[in-house]
C-alpha cells in the first residue's frame, strides 16, 4: 500500500462492483441491440451470441472460466473471487437488464458512443477496486502491475484482434463502429488508469 493512501472500505468495493458490473451489462445490452462488438471476453461473448443466437449473459459466464486459475496463481485467490463475483453479476444484470430496459429507436452511432463510455467507465470502476471481468481483463492487470505496460493498451491490441476476426460476422460499416468503441473504451482506461495516478486501494 502506498504511504498516505487510503483502502476502500467493504461497502465501498461492494458498491463499485455493483455499478460497475451494472454499467457494462447495460452497455453489452445496447450493443447487442445495434449488432455491435467489443473488445476482449465480452467481445467474444457477443460474437459467439450473433453467430450461435445463445444469450450473452450464458456465453460470457462460461468463457471466463478458465481464466480463473491464471488469476488464482498470479493475483491470489481475493482478486480471483471478486473476479469471479463481478463476471456474474455481469451475467445476471445482462440476463435482468434485457427485461427492464427496452430500446425503440436506438442510433448505431449513438448507441456506439453510449455503450463503449458505459463500458469503460463500469471497467474503470472495477479496476480501481482490485477487480476485473476476466480473461484480457486479467491479463491486462497483471501486464501493467508487472511491467508497467498501461492496461488500456493492453487490452486495445488484443480489442483489434478480436474485431479482425468479426469481419465475416458485421458489416462493413457496423465493423467500422466497433472498433471506434473499442478505441473509446480503451482510451478511457489509458487516460484514466495510469500507474500511480490513483491511489485508491482495497483492504482485501
Keep these: 500500500m502506498d504511504e498516505g493512501s487510503e483502502p476502500h472500505k467493504l461497502y465501498e468495493d461492494a458498491l463499485a462492483m455493483i455499478l460497475g458490473t451494472l454499467f457494462v451489462a447495460l452497455g453489452m445490452l445496447i450493443y447487442g441491440k445495434t449488432m455491435l462488438l467489443v473488445g476482449g471476453m465480452a467481445g467474444m461473448a457477443l460474437l459467439l451470441q450473433y453467430v450461435t443466437d445463445t444469450g450473452f449473459w450464458l456465453i460470457f459466464f462460461l468463457i471466463n472460466v478458465p481464466f480463473y486459475a491464471l488469476a488464482l496463481r498470479r493475483m491470489g485467490w481475493r482478486f480471483t473471487l471478486r473476479t469471479f463475483v463481478s463476471v456474474l453479476l455481469v451475467s445476471v444484470f445482462s440476463r435482468l437488464t434485457a427485461s427492464w430496459v427496452d430500446f425503440s429507436l436506438l442510433d448505431p452511432v449513438y448507441a456506439t458512443v453510449i455503450g463503449s463510455a458505459l463500458s469503460g467507465t463500469g471497467l474503470l470502476m472495477l479496476f480501481r477496486h482490485k477487480t476485473g471481468l476476466g480473461g484480457v481483463n486479467i491479463l491486462a492487470i497483471i501486464l501493467q502491475e508487472t ?58
Design 147 to 204: 511491467w508497467g505496460v498501461r492496461a488500456g493498451y493492453v487490452q486495445l491490441a488484443i480489442d483489434l484482434a478480436i474485431l479482425a476476426a468479426a469481419c465475416f460476422v458485421l458489416t462493413t460499416t457496423h465493423l467500422a463502429l466497433s472498433v471506434l468503441g473499442a478505441m473509446i473504451v480503451n482510451m478511457i482506461l489509458a487516460i484514466n488508469h495510469k500507474p500511480g495516478r490513483y491511489r485508491g486501494v482495497s483492504a482485501a
